[in-house]
């Protein structure tokens, strides 16, 4: 359907100050449209519609041409950002502005700051892509080799050309309407606490099956209720059996699972038979000292002290593992970055190329990995609390599917679904 005259339009007022957007792409379905028009009555301003294209079936595109108008230039711009941010872009297309950074560790006031959807920049008349998309950092654009890349605040080097205010600048949301039947084509954070949770395990298990046998990165996020509730062994499968690319976790989760090697007990309770042991509560501080003797956790298994368990497993199968530190650590283990700044950075490179992402029982860490993958990364939070679901949603991870189910029967019935416990 197209509408070219102003049919079913609302006339805005005599606003002066206006600019022309459009809109393109699964924005019905996907809701987009009505999300953009309601920004911009929220915000204060008025549209007026030219031209609309709705698809004919769920994989056409649609198109929509706006005018948008406001009281004030300041109140325009705010409109106008907040909806290029779900890909309205002004009509007249314009380059991006770049502005030399003046300092190191800060850009320059009115920078653009991004979002983890998929972005474009325009130099000299051409759009080019975003390497690294991350969200909250800024874009800094190699004019020789005409690349723009996100750089983090802290990154940002003297001189680096970052782009500042929203022209020339395209953002193409991550489409989350093309498949409704399977819970991975509407990526969207679906709370399952009391939804049949076999069917999403098993396109989970499907998904990682893929990513094992062709060339896709499978990142793992932990938290050490992995170990409380006796699911390592499953996790160490996945490792052993090339579902686990890459390891992410703090100081507990490779703690408790040196203390269960070591003593057989996480935080003291044995494994076996889930009863206190006698001075079990300094069993992980025993298990962080010994590792700390001897240097590390890969000295640890080179001397054959430890040889069992997901961190042992990492290091036979040579997957990378990033332990950063909090606060709250014993020890903590030697292997644990403490400067935050040093996790974020080695975490930035490990998870280039990551295309399936499994948050197991860490708020902390499933937020914090959650904060560098772009949108199009599939993302699965599996928590016994619906609140960590929706804080990565609200924290813009709307691409996680969130199961709030136990760790343990989840990895269960996900290792049965890949072959293991036959
Ligand atoms: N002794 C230590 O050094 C020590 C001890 C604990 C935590 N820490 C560190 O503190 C930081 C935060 O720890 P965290 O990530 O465990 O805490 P967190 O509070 O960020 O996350 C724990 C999550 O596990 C979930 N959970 C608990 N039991 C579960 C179950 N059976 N199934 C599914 N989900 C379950 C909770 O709902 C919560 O969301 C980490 O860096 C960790 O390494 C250190």
Redesign the pocket.
């Known amino acids: 359907m197209s509408l070219t005259d102003e049919q079913g339009s609302v006339t805005p007022s005599q606003a002066a100050f206006h600019e022309d957007v459009e809109l393109s792409g699964h924005i019905i379905d996907s809701l987009l449209l009505p999300k953009v028009l309601d920004e911009i009555t929220s915000l204060g301003g008025e549209y007026q519609s030219h031209e609309i294209r709705i698809g004919h079936n769920r994989h056409d595109p649609s198109y929509v041409r706006l005018t948008v108008s406001a009281p004030t230039e300041p109140c325009l711009e705010i409109i106008l950002r907040t909806i290029g941010q779900h890909g309205a872009v002004p009509v007249q297309h314009h380059d991006c502005r770049l502005e030399p950074a003046d300092m190191n560790g800060a850009f320059p006031e009115g920078f653009y700051a991004t979002t983890n959807e998929p972005t474009e920049v325009r130099l000299a008349g051409h759009w080019i892509g975003v390497d690294r998309q991350e969200m909250d950092c800024g874009i800094a654009v190699d004019s020789a080799t005409k690349r723009a890349r996100c750089v983090a605040m802290v990154d940002v080097q003297r001189g680096d050309l970052i782009v500042v205010g929203r022209l020339g600048m395209r953002v193409s949301p991550v489409g989350r309407d093309l498949d409704r039947k399977h819970s991975f084509g509407f990526m969207n954070s679906t709370v399952s606490s009391e939804k049949p949770k076999n069917v999403t395990v098993r396109e989970i298990a499907e998904l990682m099956r893929r990513a094992a046998q062709g060339s896709e990165k499978i990142l793992v996020v932990a938290?050490?209720?992995v170990i409380?509730?006796g699911s390592r062994e499953l996790l160490s499968w996945l490792i052993r059996n090339n579902f686990v690319h890459v390891l992410f976790?703090?100081?507990?989760?490779a703690?408790h699972d040196i203390e269960q090697s070591f003593f057989g007990t996480s935080l003291g309770i044995s494994i076996q038979h889930g009863d206190t042991t006698e001075e079990g509560h300094e069993h992980?501080l025993r298990s962080i000292n010994r590792v700390r003797r001897l240097g590390g956790i890969r000295q640890a298994v080179e001397q054959g002290l430890l040889t069992s368990g997901i961190m042992y497993e990492c290091l036979q199968h040579n997957v990378p593992f990033v332990l950063?530190?909090?606060i709250?650590?014993?020890?903590?283990l030697p292997d644990v970055i403490t400067d935050s700044l040093v996790a974020q950075t080695q975490m930035r490179e490990l998870v280039q190329g990551v295309t399936f992402c499994l948050m197991?029982?860490?708020?902390?860490?499933s937020i914090a990995v959650g904060n560098l993958l772009p949108a199009w990364v599939k993302t699965v939070c599996?928590?016994?609390?619906p609140a960590?679901v929706t804080k990565l949603s609200d924290r813009g991870s709307f691409q996680t599917i969130g199961l709030v189910?136990?760790?343990?029967p989840f990895l269960r019935i996900l290792v049965q679904e890949l072959g293991g416990l036959t």
């Not at 197991?360 to 860490?365: E, K, Y």
């Open positions: 938290g050490p209720a409380h509730t976790a703090g100081n507990a989760l703690t992980h950063a530190g909090s709250r650590d014993d020890g903590p197991i029982a860490t708020t902390l860490h599996v928590d016994i609390n960590t189910t136990d760790v343990e």
